[in-house]
């Protein structure tokens, strides 16, 4: 998140946000009033609303807790920075031994030195990872992540699980919709508490959706210019609604 006050007036670029904040940052507080609000809006759209944090937590400490007692290896699919590390303090009272993708193992050390106790860990170890619960990003799979494990369970976690069509897109075994974003109420209440002046929505998968509602509570918007200069308002106006548009990790601006 960036501000920045001048001459000309004051602008506050979101960035990936969430609120409330992750329990694994430091989170971020906001001015009360900006002249020009520049926001993501990744899951701007109303089927989006997260569940509390403490409902996440449990669902991911239960599919781990169910994936061991059947003897089984539970796989947790997370980015390397930011949700690996959310997820790995809601497993952390478990005091299970757990294995992040060699990528975001450095990471966490990083976290543990500002405080931020993520229990039991080490570098992901193929030859010694059945048993462990093991963390990685969906992208590790097709390099081969634990695929000498014959019996595990695979739990996707993003704000995307929202949609059940991804259980069968990716073969997973649940779907946790944990995202690093706001939601699409959490992102109107945003808009709401900081009175932008002008305010510009970026990365909506249907941009007229987000700009009807805010409209609707006496705040002017409009949407930003998308990756290929088209206005975002435009390309929702071409087909490229939320139930036309598959979203890939590896593609999608934003963590999800």
Same mark, same amino acid.
């Given at each position: ?45 109303? /089927? ?7 409902? %996440?937590?449990? $669902? ?5 807790? #169910? +994936? *061991? ?84 369970? /695979? ?7 929202? %949609?059940?069509? $991804? ?5 997973? #075994? +649940? *779907? ?81």
């Amino acid at each position: 998140m960036v501000y920045i006050e001048s001459e000309l007036g004051s602008l506050l670029y979101t960035g990936d946000c969430r609120t409330p904040p992750s329990p694994a940052t430091e989170g971020f507080s906001a001015p009360s009033s900006v002249d020009t609000l520049i926001t993501e809006a990744t899951f701007s759209l109303p /089927i989006y609303r997260w569940e509390p944090h403490e409902v %996440l937590a449990s $669902r991911v400490r239960e599919f781990a807790e #169910d +994936a *061991l007692r059947e003897d089984r290896t539970p796989v947790f699919l997370a980015y390397n920075l930011g949700k690996a590390q959310e997820i790995m303090q809601m497993l952390a009272p478990m005091d299970h031994p757990m294995m992040i993708h060699g990528a975001g193992f450095p990471l966490c050390e990083v976290y543990e030195r500002y405080g931020f106790s993520l229990g039991r860990y080490e570098t992901y170890r193929r030859e010694s990872c059945e048993g462990k619960i093991l963390i990685a990003p969906g992208s590790a799979l097709g390099s081969g992540f634990a695929s000498n494990v014959k019996r595990k369970r /695979i739990a996707y976690c993003s704000g995307w699980a929202t %949609l059940e069509a $991804r259980q069968s897109q990716l073969t997973v #075994d +649940a *779907l946790i919709p944990l995202s690093d974003h706001l939601d699409f109420y959490a992102l109107l209440e945003f808009v709401e508490q900081v009175s932008p002046k002008r305010t510009i929505v970026t990365h909506s998968p249907n941009a007229d959706v987000v700009l009807h509602y805010l409209a609707e509570m006496g705040i002017h918007a409009e949407a930003g210019l998308s990756e290929n200069g088209m206005n975002e308002s435009e390309l929702g106006n071409v087909g490229l609604g939320e139930a036309e548009v598959k979203v890939s990790e590896n593609t999608k601006k934003g963590s999800g």
